[in-house]
């Protein structure tokens, strides 16, 4: 038998709760960045490898290194009586798990703890429980799974409404999990995706130091499932970006980060509407499968809860 976790902490509570099998954590962030379908592995490994050293100032043949021996991992659980997936109901660890289902579709006995709550919070009794109460992913869950990464993976991110159309009984938070996915593209109204408006109003609301802010972003329960770095990743970038929205003073090497932030005029305007972010600093990121440049952009319309296209020039 062999646990995947979704992350360290995880990892280490089962081991020490006495779970048996071996435990390996899922060490992935395809919450962010290009996450493109249909690529060999050395073309995912190097990919994602780029991705996660440049963002995160990571030694680039380190993070290949890990990247290969996890894929490798996951090839060799298919020979196992038993995989079990430990994932908690938050976007972070949505994406992470449906990645797991695809991949190890063919495995013998695949069996799945998809828990409401944080597990990193829980004792041992109460992780030994999610071990007892763990079930039988079901044939519905696993064809959930593949049309939630044909969709997340998709270069087309319209796509992604396929998601927010249906109702998956047998999936619980898939449907809720990609609503969040896809308010997080450029606003209609602004351009702002939820994870930067929600930056920006938390400053305007005094919330200026990185503790404060990080804690009022995603209150309990988590529900985009964020570490601090990626947070931070995307604080950096609202202040790095060409008209940038907000100011950073931060303390490098602090664990956790230590910052104080402030809006600028223009951070303002683009709360208030007045401009639009996308206008002012273009696109040029990654949300899944989808490329958005400024020839090919993708909005979020959140009165109709739907992704749009904006046809290049307009």
């Not at 902490?9 to 779970?19: E, K, M, S, W, Y």
């Not at 030694?59 to 079990?84: G, K, S, T, W």
Request: aromatic share 10%; charged share 25%.
């Amino acid at each position: 038998m062999i646990h995947f976790h979704n992350g360290d902490v995880v990892t280490a509570l089962a081991r020490r709760a006495g779970i048996p099998g071996r435990h390996l954590p899922f060490r992935e962030t395809l919450v962010s960045g290009p996450v493109r379908a249909n690529l060999a592995l050395p073309e995912w490994i190097e990919e994602r490898g780029r991705f996660l050293a440049e963002q995160y100032g990571e030694n680039l043949l380190r993070i290949r290194n890990e990247l290969l021996e996890q894929e490798q991992a996951l090839d060799r659980a298919r020979e196992e009586e038993e995989v079990v997936l430990w994932f908690e109901h938050d976007l972070f660890c949505l994406v992470n798990l449906v990645y797991l289902l695809t991949r190890l579709s063919k495995c013998r006995h695949l069996s799945i703890v998809w828990c409401s709550t944080p597990l990193g919070t829980m004792d041992d009794e109460e992780v030994f429980k999610q071990y007892h109460s763990r079930y039988a992913v079901a044939p519905a869950m696993m064809s959930a799974a593949a049309l939630a990464w044909r969709a997340y993976t998709a270069e087309d991110a319209t796509e992604l409404n396929k998601m927010l159309d249906a109702d998956f009984v047998d999936f619980p938070f898939l449907r809720d999990g990609f609503l969040l996915h896809a308010a997080r593209f450029p606003s209609t109204r602004n351009g702002l995706g939820e994870i930067e408006q929600r930056a920006l109003s938390g400053i305007e609301a005094g919330a200026v130091d990185f503790v404060t802010l990080f804690t009022r972003f995603d209150q309990s329960p988590p529900r985009y499932g964020f570490g601090d770095g990626e947070f931070l990743r995307h604080l950096r970038r609202l202040a790095t970006c060409a008209v940038p929205m907000i100011t950073i003073t931060e303390a490098e090497g602090e664990t956790p980060p230590k910052a104080l932030f402030a809006l600028t005029p223009a951070g303002k305007n683009v709360l208030e509407a007045k401009v639009d972010f996308i206008e002012l600093n273009n696109a040029g990121f990654w949300l899944g499968g989808a490329h958005l440049t400024r020839e090919r952009l993708w909005r979020w319309d959140s009165e109709r809860r739907r992704i749009v296209s904006q046809p290049a020039g307009s």
